[in-house]
């Protein structure tokens, strides 16, 4: 059997030997040379070929694939556990063509992957199945001339020890480069690399040089779509969405897909959502590798733009890096997606949790790139967001749903919230309107991510400006009590804001000076410096009576909101929050003195008998003191009794100007 196999070997080489000096054999040259150096851009993107054709050549096997990377300075040794190499397996990785069948399944595509390990060796060896060979440009004596890339040579003994029962692949390092790019590559290999393979579940990583080893595990399934992912102690969940979907005619048909996925009657697709390690959706933890899109492995160049992981049998341009966007397949399967989607929206509304978070999962990022603008965000993350505007998909306050755009969120303290339900201000059915100024609207549940869509953020401010829904209150049966909660609430939840004294933060808890909130005896809403309160006890009869003469021009506070309901130290307590937090006026002694008694004896007024002057003058001067308006002139009564401006008078030598004399 070694025999028949060291002639297969022998005979690939000689078949292609003897092409030599024909035009074919020049063409063939070059584009080995084009496709081992120029198609794969990463160095290390052979890793994932193999890891590719392990997946492939273990899909029919009973038992969990195992992927092993050893690597040194020297060289790479890669070791799989899956069935081994066929004939057709070598005529394929001596050549440039595919062995897989992609109507079973398979992910071969261009059969080329294998050619990638050249950027950073050119003696690889393979040991598999009884076979062992190698591909060694040294051993050539005119490489330049050759087809070394694809041309085998039999090797007795390998290298190092090997499992005979196993595929293995040693692969010595052209320099120091291609070790320092490899060993950072390996380092990145994460446990996303495993979400959308089948077969294997156990990849096996050492750093030979510095003795480093991790394990990256696939735990399997839970039997709810919830796949479990570890690397060493680390561990990760992913919930799955995956659908069977039949290829339709007009597909099958496209000339792209009759070369490359001829009799593909179906393809599985799948998408991938991270949880935390409390079952919560974590878009911002998904860490997908690369750009989140993968055909069974991930593709280096292609980003989405979605925060979940994408697979599908995409076609891709060689060397694996980036999607075909212009394929009619790539179309027909991301529009497929796009349905899985959808799937897993209604599954997430319908999850007491994930109902609360998934929004933010499908809040889209441009991503830039060829893929993201002509084929992702086209054919799926436009349409989702679409769907989802037209859609009750939102979750609320009060248990139900609501289109994005009928929905608000109340930018307040929950315990604020709260009491203005608990203490009967304003009922749940009410805080939408109240809030959002319209009766349609909902309140966004409170731990919504909104992700996708960023419901109008509402908080007191919209609640105090919302003229018509005040009015009706104002107007309302209970009206004075209703304002006299929403005062006592804005007191007991004061909104702190910030502004800048000089260069220095100040932050002080919110005015309402300029909001027409405070209600008159009359039940309209004024702002604060058009309202007066009373503030008069314990004067004569005089005094009291011009406060009511006073009184009777002013827009005076409602008086029930000082009586009904309140204890006097309450009622005390709300008129200084209106007075300091809205500039409420005091109608007092002093108000009375300068509006009622002051103009009186002004010059410019009839005067007053000499009796009432000296009295209007003692009353001003008893409750005003020094604090008359500047240039305020008043009429005087002279020692002879007569009744003269303020200037036209001196005074005699027996007043003291100062101190207490002057007083008496």
């Known amino acids: 059997m070694s025999d028949q196999k060291e002639k297969l070997i022998a005979s690939i080489c000689e078949e292609l030997n003897s092409a030599k000096g024909s035009r074919i054999f020049t063409d063939y040259r070059n584009a ?15 890793i994932l070929e193999f890891i590719q054709n392990a997946e492939d050549a273990g899909l029919e096997l009973g038992y969990p694939g195992l992927f092993q990377i050893m690597l ?28 897989k069948r992609p109507e079973r399944g398979t992910l071969g595509y261009l059969g080329i992957g294998f050619k990638s390990v050249f950027k950073v ?42 499992d005979p029962d196993n595929t293995t692949f040693i692969v010595p ?45 696939n735990l399997g399934d839970d039997g709810e779509g919830i796949t479990t992912l570890r690397r060493d102690s680390t561990t990760q969940r992913f919930k799955f969405f995956r659908r069977m979907v039949s290829v339709p005619e007009d597909i099958r048909s496209d000339e792209l897909t009759r070369e490359y996925r001829a009799n593909v009657q179906q393809r599985e697709i799948a998408i991938a959502f991270t949880l935390d390690g409390n079952g919560n959706l974590a878009p911002l933890e ?8 993968y055909s069974f492995i991930p593709l280096g160049e292609s980003s989405s733009g979605a925060k979940f992981p994408i697979q599908a049998d995409f076609l891709v341009q060689p060397g694996r890096d980036a999607i075909n966007c212009e394929a009619r397949w790539n179309h027909w399967l991301v529009e497929e997606v796009q349905g899985l989607c959808k799937e897993a929206i209604g599954a997430f509304m319908g999850h007491e949790r994930w109902k609360l978070q998934y929004l933010a999962v499908f809040a889209a990022e441009d991503s830039g790139g060829e893929a993201y603008r002509l084929l992702f965000k086209p054919k799926l993350l436009d349409p989702l967001k679409s769907y989802l505007e037209n859609q009750p998909c939102v979750p609320t306050r009060d248990g139900g749903w609501a289109k994005p755009s009928d929905t608000v969120r109340i930018m307040e303290d929950g315990k604020a919230i709260q009491a203005l339900i608990d203490q009967g201000i304003l009922s749940p059915a009410e805080m939408a309107s109240a809030f959002g100024g319209c009766p349609e609207l909902k309140v966004v549940h409170p731990e919504t991510d909104d992700g996708l869509f960023q419901a109008r953020q509402v908080d007191r401010r919209d609640l105090l400006r919302n003229s018509d829904f005040l009015k009706l209150k104002a107007e309302g049966k209970g009206g004075a009590a209703w304002f006299q909660g929403i005062y006592f609430w804005l007191k007991q939840y004061p909104q702190w804001e910030t502004y800048l004294e000089g260069r220095k933060k100040v932050q002080q808890d919110r005015r ?9 005896a009359d039940c309209k809403l004024l702002r604060g410096r058009g309202v007066f309160v009373m503030d008069i006890s314990g004067v004569d009869s005089f005094l009291k009576g011009l406060a009511q003469e006073l009184s009777a021009s002013k827009k005076l506070l409602h008086l029930d909101l000082l009586q009904t309901g309140v204890t006097e130290d309450k009622a005390k307590e709300l008129v200084g929050f209106l007075r300091g937090y809205t500039g409420l006026q005091p109608l007092d002694l002093k108000k009375v ?29 008893e409750i005003l003191w020094f604090s008359l308006p500047d240039a305020t002139e008043l009429w005087v009564v002279t020692k002879d009794g007569s009744i003269r401006a303020a200037r036209e008078t001196l005074f005699p030598a027996a007043y003291q100007r100062t101190g207490s004399e002057f007083r008496k």
């Open 32 to 46: 080995l040379r084009h496709i081992s150096q120029s198609v794969f851009t990463r160095s290390s993107g052979f």
């Open 72 to 99: 040194n300075r020297q060289r790479l040794k890669i070791v799989h556990n899956a069935k081994p190499f066929d004939e057709a397996d070598i005529k394929a990785v001596c050549g440039i063509q595919s062995s």
């Open 121 to 162: 060796t050119t003696c690889p060896s393979i040991f598999s199945g009884g076979y062992g060979f190698k591909f060694d440009k040294a051993h050539w004596p005119d490489p330049a001339e050759s087809l070394w890339w694809v041309l085998p040579i039999w090797v007795d003994k390998p290298p190092e020890p090997i």
């Open 173 to 217: 390092l052209r320099d120091e480069a291609s070790h320092r790019h490899l060993l950072d590559d390996i380092k990145k290999l994460g446990t996303e690399l495993y979400l959308f393979l089948r077969w294997l579940k156990r990849i096996e990583i050492c750093d030979e040089e510095s003795g480093d080893k991790w394990t990256l595990e």
């Open 286 to 293: 998904a860490r997908a590798m690369y750009g989140g899109v």
């Open 512 to 520: 309402y000076h300029d909001f027409p909130i405070v209600l008159t």
């Open 593 to 621: 003195c300068e509006e009622a008694i002051l103009p009186r004896i002004i010059t410019g007024s009839t005067p007053s008998s000499t009796e009432d002057l000296v009295k209007y003058t003692r009353y001003c001067e």
